[in-house]
């Protein structure tokens, strides 16, 4: 069935470190792909989005391509700070206009 | 401009009670949706409303069930309440049209949530 599959965390790194975080998904079709971040305490934010294959999603230093060949959106950002420190999900948008979501990754920057 | 909010951030519950949660929608936003997210998981989709009608839903029982008012603002209400739907509830609101092309991919706004706790 339709899932999304995302790195199980926590993910834990130092300041300026580079930062993968996987995610795949089972879809019919070319669904258009979400990362949504959750800051402690605060709700749910759209990070970026791509909308259609080989499209490069990119927002606050982070980055996400769709892959329609490995059916992945793995985010990254070449220096993560401490203010990045949250909870990361990935989604999809299936044919009904429903989003799927992963069961997210949480991360930690360590100073 | 006053983002999604949603009322309470937190409630107590017992077994079999009833509860009902709110949400504002976010200023010219029209659809609103509710989410179950539980802990460590993400969020799972219950139902939208769009024009004051439930548009979609999630597979969720009947026990769950909503309102949207004219002003756009949504209920989420919870009949017989069991210790499993203890969890973060999840408003959002976006501009979506069912049917106009690319509409769909209006970005989400989400609320900070409710946290309902069933004992």
């Known amino acids: 069935g339709n899932s999304v599959t995302q790195m199980e965390g926590p993910v834990t790194l130092s300041e300026e470190a580079f930062l993968t975080i996987n995610c795949t998904y089972t879809a019919t079709g070319y669904p258009s792909l979400f990362w949504y971040v959750q800051y402690p305490g605060e709700g749910l934010q759209l990070l970026l989005k791509a909308t259609k294959a080989d499209d490069k999603g990119s927002n606050k230093g982070f980055e996400a391509t769709y892959r329609k060949e490995t059916t992945s959106f793995h985010l990254e950002k070449g220096s993560v700070q401490v203010s990045d420190s949250a909870v990361y999900f990935c989604a999809y948008m299936d044919s009904n206009y429903q989003l799927i979501w992963g069961a997210g990754t949480k991360l930690i920057i360590k100073p | 401009d006053a983002g999604v909010t949603q009322s309470p951030t937190h409630l107590i519950k017992t077994r079999g009670q009833q509860v009902t949660l709110r949400c504002s929608p976010k200023?010219?936003?029209?659809?609103v949706s509710w989410y179950q997210q539980a802990l460590g998981q993400g969020p799972q989709f219950i139902f939208q409303?769009?024009?004051?009608?439930?548009?979609q839903r999630g597979n969720f029982p009947d026990r769950f069930s909503g309102h949207q008012f004219p002003n756009y603002s949504s209920e989420l209400n919870v009949n017989a309440l069991l210790l499993g739907d203890s969890a973060l509830y999840l408003c959002a609101s976006s501009t979506f049209r069912a049917g106009i092309r690319g509409s769909y991919n209006s970005p989400l706004h989400f609320g900070n949530g409710t946290r309902l706790t069933v004992t």
């Open positions: 409303y769009y024009e004051e009608e439930e548009r």
């Open positions: 200023s010219g936003h029209d659809t």
